[in-house]
Nanobody, 119 residues
Framework: QVQLVESGGGLVQPGGSLRLSCAAS????????MGWYRQAPGKERELVAT???????NYADSVEGRFFISRDNAKNTVYLQMNSLKPEDTAVYYC?????????????WGQGTQVTVSS
């Protein structure tokens, strides 16, 4: 099992910034992806950004150039720096840790942290 602890959500005005953190512990696997998804009320959960243990990144078009994902492999922690926040970024943000095997993968989800962008 992998446990994920998220932090950093909150209320911010449009145009502001927030930084999310997610620390993984437990059965850590060398080949993994860590990242963030979000779910707004009445909508499906969607990709925000992911980063592999090797450093490859993937961003949703809607956040490209505004959000930046990074990770500290020594701390098994992933960060999401969110800049120029918009009201449409309001959602519950979930951390994802994926163990990558040769022919399969295993996902672990955090409990979610609320991000609200409002004036």
């Amino acid at each position: 099992q992998v446990q994920l602890v998220e932090s950093g959500g909150g209320l911010v005005q449009p145009g502001g910034s927030l930084r999310l953190s997610c620390a993984a512990s437990g059965s850590i696997f060398s080949r993994n992806h860590m990242g963030w998804y979000r779910q707004a009320p009445g909508k499906e959960r969607e990709l925000v950004a992911t980063m592999s243990s090797g450093g490859s990144t993937n961003y949703a078009d809607s956040v490209e150039g505004r959000f930046f994902i990074s990770r500290d492999n020594a701390k098994n922690t992933v960060y999401l720096q969110m800049n120029s926040l918009k009201p449409e970024d309001t959602a519950v943000y979930y951390c994802l840790y994926t163990k990558v095997y040769s022919y399969s993968h295993q996902d672990y989800w955090g409990q979610g942290t609320q991000v609200t962008v409002s004036s």
